[in-house]
């Protein structure tokens, strides 16, 4: 079922069960795949070395009794009752908790914000009564609104999150598959399965990434029913082990048995919390990929099947190990070993596609928020293919796939057993969990406006619970827990330089941009020969003209008949509706034919392509030109007054205002027959010329629309404008420090930042035009 994101909200409020139960089914292999093999590998990984079982069966049930109570305090009450109600206009995930708190305190660290984008609907959408009630909420808001250590400090909260969920896309599928492979050892000799373990999980795991491109929603089908079959089948099995090896193991659930277990472990059984925590692998899914259901179908999903499914499996697995105490030689704590022996080989391969289901689910969502990140100015620019038209969430990243599967064959190779690969993924699991729990307390006072009490209780709650899975997990650094803080800190450098470097020449750009004043003393004809096009000058500014121009036109003796300023930029929201995104303004006098374009792009939203994007702006400047003279007052309500000389006016794309100006193009130069809407065409050929067939463009406007003459001939230039063709003047810029300037900027600047934008891609705007259009003007930034 392919519906865009968006659209799941207003299904589920028509209350549609069919709808709702399909979702359900649909999450299961996109967002419980990681959860739901998490039974392969915690008993094995928590009585891997430090405690072992006895006779007394004590260590067993007070593990079972951690299990439970894990489950059911971190999945099931904190992500399904609390912080899935935390959704960025039905987006999750760590960035959506950074983006409410920027719209909520202000504290947005993209530096061309404007005050016009506080009036997008998707931003105000939870903004009715933003002022927080009570004097702390009150205080806490000015407080981080007026110091920028703080709001630094807060991105790179976010930032350490995101960077332990990439973490997390590197071990999740390394431990999720050679677990489910570790099943043959028990059909194999001692001497043997080592030696097919590690190539059968490679050779998994490079055919898992190498099926990226092909996209989720092509394969996604797949997961959904294999998952269902998995959790059906590890219930079934622990329902068997229940009732055939222990009835009464349900007493283990008690609380008192995690105290009895604790106090006779003591230090050992404190460090096998590390592996206990592997039972919540995969929670934070379950509000990453909220942007591609419904909070009804997670919470349905989880609370009727994977959480009954998981309990009785763990219930399971301890009432085979309570009564099988006598320890053979060839004999190892795991699944399989609680699986009876006729069931091992068809239970394998379902573990194994499991897994991959698992692995697939953190590895798009390592994409998106890839993606988030990359549209904040926070990564490297990225490719970014969509390989679905329908579902916006499903893209594939080439860089960073490969660069995982590197390093998920690394960790594969390298350690070669479940012990080391679940204190890695622990502790990025359990430091992915400490950021929201952090972030969320001041969702509670900020957005949702509740007494600090509530957010004080849900700190000290859930924050003790996970700081202490944390400390277990974090005095495993030498046994495989340094892998994902060596990964966050090599990805959080990349992050934090590539955002110093973003900030420091938007800074220079704003420092060295050219006054409007300038623009209008160089008279009438502007002094230079206007050729036939429109010339689209991509800047970050969103007001005055940048110095890149004056460059141009200092070296140049000739630019377009009509010139667009254009500022593609993100917003703090996931997504801006149609009849939002564009903000155009007129730059200097009327005959000038120049304009400014403001597009607005949400961190989910599909960029188009070059041809669907010109249409649209070209579009988008015909009707802003319309509609500035119907009134002269309708710019000032629907827009803000630039500081320069433009008034802004917020113009929708050609499919968001059906009564106004829309774009065609064909390759017929005959005048067309007659029609309800009227054509401003292109002017006709000379008598005597021999007609040939072309692309011609013609405005179609509305007969119910009258415009004056001078309005008129301002459309017809910029239809003639359209038709002569686009160029693209994009700023090509070379950052070097300042002489003078420290050793950590000129690190970051000249080695750092240069490094990386060589090594990256272009603006969006940069790799959809076409090569043969676009003209490159370069330029030494010394900031």
Request: aromatic share 10%.
């Amino acid at each position: 079922m392919d519906l865009e994101p968006g659209s799941y909200q207003n299904i589920v409020k028509r209350e549609s069960w069919r709808t709702v139960l399909t979702l359900a089914y649909q999450s299961l292999g996109v967002v419980y795949g990681d959860l739901s093999t998490s039974p392969l590998y915690v008993y094995k990984s928590t009585f891997a070395e430090d405690i072992h079982h006895s006779e007394t069966n004590e260590e067993i049930f007070g593990v079972l009794s951690f299990v439970f109570w894990t489950i059911t305090l971190v999945p099931l009450l904190k992500y399904v009752f609390i912080v899935l109600r935390a959704d960025d206009n039905g987006e999750g995930g760590t960035f959506a908790l950074y983006s409410l708190l920027c719209r909520h305190a202000r504290v947005n660290s993209l530096p061309n914000c404007q005050l016009a984008d506080e009036e997008l609907i998707e931003y105000k959408k939870d903004s009715i009564g933003s002022a927080p009630k009570s004097g702390f909420g009150a205080g806490l808001k000015s407080t981080l609104e007026k110091h920028r250590v703080l709001q630094r400090i807060l991105l790179v909260l976010a930032l350490i999150g995101t960077c332990m969920v990439i973490g997390d896309g590197v071990l999740t599928p390394a431990i999720s598959v050679f677990s489910a492979v570790s099943g043959v050892e028990l059909s194999m000799s001692k001497e043997h399965h080592k030696y097919v373990e590690v190539p059968v999980a490679c050779l998994i795991l490079i055919c898992l990434f190498a099926l990226q491109h092909y996209g989720t929603h092509r394969v996604g089908f797949l997961f959904a029913p294999v998952v269902l079959i998995w959790l059906l089948c590890i219930s079934t099995i622990g329902l068997y082990n229940i009732v055939v090896w222990n009835p009464h193991i349900y007493r283990a659930l008690s609380p008192y048995h995690m105290y009895k277990f604790l106090k006779k472990t003591q230090r050992g059984g404190w460090m096998s919390l590390g592996g206990i925590l592997l039972c919540i692998t995969g929670s934070e899914a379950m509000f990453a990929d909220l942007g591609h259901f419904s909070q009804l179908s997670i919470k349905i999903a989880f609370t009727l099947l994977v959480y009954p499914s998981l309990i009785l499996a763990y219930m399971g697995q301890a009432a085979y190990l309570s009564q099988h105490h006598v320890i053979e030689s060839e004999y190892r704590i795991g699944f399989y070993v609680s699986v009876p022996e006729k069931l091992r080989w068809p239970v394998l391969v379902i573990a194994i596609l499991a897994a991959v289901g698992g692995g697939e689910a953190i590895i798009t969502g390592t994409f998106s928020i890839i993606k988030q990140c990359s549209a904040l100015n926070c990564f490297p620019k990225v490719k970014i293919v969509h390989t679905s038209s329908k579902i916006h969430g499903q893209i594939y990243i080439p860089e960073i796939n490969w660069i995982l599967m590197l390093l998920c064959l690394a960790v594969t190779i390298g350690f070669r057993d479940t012990k080391r690969m679940g204190n890695a993924s622990g502790l990025a699991v359990i430091t992915v969990m400490l950021v929201t729990t952090c972030l969320m307390s001041l969702v509670i006072v900020l957005c949702w406006h509740k007494s600090v009490v509530f957010a004080i209780a849900f700190v000290l709650f859930f924050g003790t619970i996970e700081a202490l899975y944390f400390s277990a997990s974090l005095i495993k650094f030498l046994e495989g827990a340094w892998v994902p803080i060596v990964l966050a800190f090599v990805f959080l450098l990349v992050m934090c330089v590539w955002h110093y470097g973003t900030l420091k020449r938007y800074e220079f750009d704003v420092q060295n941009k050219v006054s409007v004043n300038w623009l209008l003393s160089l008279g009438q004809s502007l002094g230079i020969a206007r050729v036939r096009g429109i010339g689209l000058v991509h800047t970050e500014l969103v007001s005055g003209v940048p110095a890149i121009f004056s460059h141009f036109v200092t070296n140049l003796p000739a630019f377009h008949q009509v010139l667009v300023f254009l500022c593609v930029k993100a917003v703090p929201v996931p997504h801006v509706r149609a009849e939002e995104r564009f903000l155009v303004g007129r730059i200097g006098p009327r005959h000038f034919r120049m304009y400014r374009c403001i597009v607005r792009y949400g961190y989910r939203d599909v960029h188009k392509d070059d041809i669907e994007f010109e249409h649209e702006l070209v579009c988008s400047i015909a009707e802003f030109v319309r509609s500035e003279a119907v009134t002269a007052t309708e710019t000032e309500n629907d827009g803000f007054q630039d500081g320069d000389c433009d008034r802004m006016a917020v113009v929708g794309t050609s499919s968001s205002h059906t009564q106004g100006i829309k774009i065609s193009e064909d390759d017929d130069i005959d005048e067309p027959g007659p029609s309800e809407r009227r054509e401003i065409v292109s002017p006709p050929l000379p008598i005597g010329k021999k007609p040939r067939k072309k692309k011609r463009v013609r405005f179609i406007v509305p007969e119910s629309v009258k415009m004056e003459k001078e309005t008129r001939e301002e459309v017809e230039e910029l239809n003639e404008a359209r038709e002569g063709g686009v160029a693209y003047i994009m700023g090509h810029a070379y950052m070097k420090a300042k002489p003078g300037s420290g050793l950590f900027k000129r690190l970051a600047i000249n080695v750092g930042y240069e490094f990386l934008r060589r090594n990256s891609r272009g603006s969006t705007l940069s790799l959809s035009a076409p090569h043969a259009s676009t003209l490159e003007v370069g330029m030494i930034y010394h900031v």
